[in-house]
């Protein structure tokens, strides 16, 4: 049915907006889930009322995120897994539809890098490239891959991929050219899926300080600091502020959101 002055669908939720961003009822899968934007992502979406299923490598970082979910009255089963193992994402996919007989929600979180160097592109080894690849890309790829199995329509899928897809990368060449394979993957799967009623977006982090950040990136307090004050808004992100972009973006709020890349970065 159309208002027949604007020519554009009814909307019955209209008179509550704040409602579409709920997520009751829903059940969400995120990788990377133990600690940093995943952990964040996990405790957003359980704050929004979703039972989520969580998935990491270490099993005491679950139960943190799992008990935290559990106080907020909601529903967390925990997958210890190596999200490049080959049966990793299926297992997550199974283990969703066993427990809660739906699977409304993926947030493709887990990613990085487990190399502490960096290199230029004359150098780069095909290890790291690699390796690369297969952390921060070929998992998404496969996730959407299962996930438009049994997803119903107004299902989400959501990368989190990175501000470094989206300007020069300068030694990070192989992270930057998976994320930038994450945004790609987003376009071409709205057209795909977007039949099926399954929305394909990805958030793109600036500078969002985890322990990551520090054992892997190299960062200190001085050069963070230094870093804070490029950013327009002269804040430093949160693993709050990217699970509030994948709450919109899982909720019936961002029901007519797809193909998109959601930069949440301060400006930078």
């Given at each position: 049915m159309t208002d027949a002055w604007t020519h554009t669908p009814k909307d019955p939720?209209?008179?509550?907006?704040?409602?579409?961003?709920?997520?009751?009822g829903r059940v969400a899968v995120v990788t990377g889930a133990g600690r940093g934007i995943g952990r964040g992502i996990a405790l957003g979406l359980a704050d929004a009322g979703a039972d989520v299923v969580?998935?990491?490598?270490?099993?005491n970082e679950l139960d943190e995120v799992a008990a935290r979910i559990a106080?907020?009255?909601?529903?967390?089963?925990?997958?210890?897994?190596?999200?490049?193992?080959?049966?990793?994402?299926?297992?997550?996919?199974?283990?969703?539809?066993?427990t809660f007989g739906q699977l409304d929600v993926w947030v493709s979180n887990a990613g990085g890098s487990e190399h502490q160097g960096n290199f230029p592109f004359k150098d780069f080894p095909d290890w790291h490239w690699d390796?690369?690849?297969?952390?921060?890309?070929?998992?998404?790829?496969?996730?959407?891959?299962?996930?438009m199995q049994v997803m119903k329509p107004g299902s989400s899928i959501i990368g989190i991929s990175s501000i470094a897809a989206l300007r020069p990368a300068v030694n990070f060449s192989a992270y930057a050219a998976a994320k930038s394979g994450m945004n790609s993957l987003a376009h071409t799967l709205s057209v795909e899926l977007g039949p099926l009623g399954i929305?394909?977006?990805?958030?793109?982090?600036?500078?969002?300080?985890?322990e990551s950040t520090y054992t892997i990136g190299g960062a200190t307090d001085a050069t963070l600091a230094a870093a804070e004050k490029m950013i327009p808004i002269k804040r430093l992100g949160t693993p709050s502020d990217i699970a509030a972009a994948v709450v919109w973006l899982a909720s019936p709020a961002g029901s007519w959101v797809t193909g998109q890349n959601i930069v949440v970065s301060g400006g930078q």
């Open positions: 939720a209209a008179a509550d907006l704040m409602q579409l961003f709920r997520l009751d969580i998935t990491a490598r270490r099993e106080e907020r009255g909601r529903r967390a089963v925990k997958v210890v897994a190596d999200i490049t193992a080959d049966d990793a994402v299926q297992q997550l996919v199974d283990t969703a539809m066993s390796a690369q690849i297969a952390l921060n890309l070929r998992p998404h790829f496969k996730a959407a891959r299962a996930c929305r394909t977006n990805s958030v793109s982090p600036g500078n969002v300080p985890t």
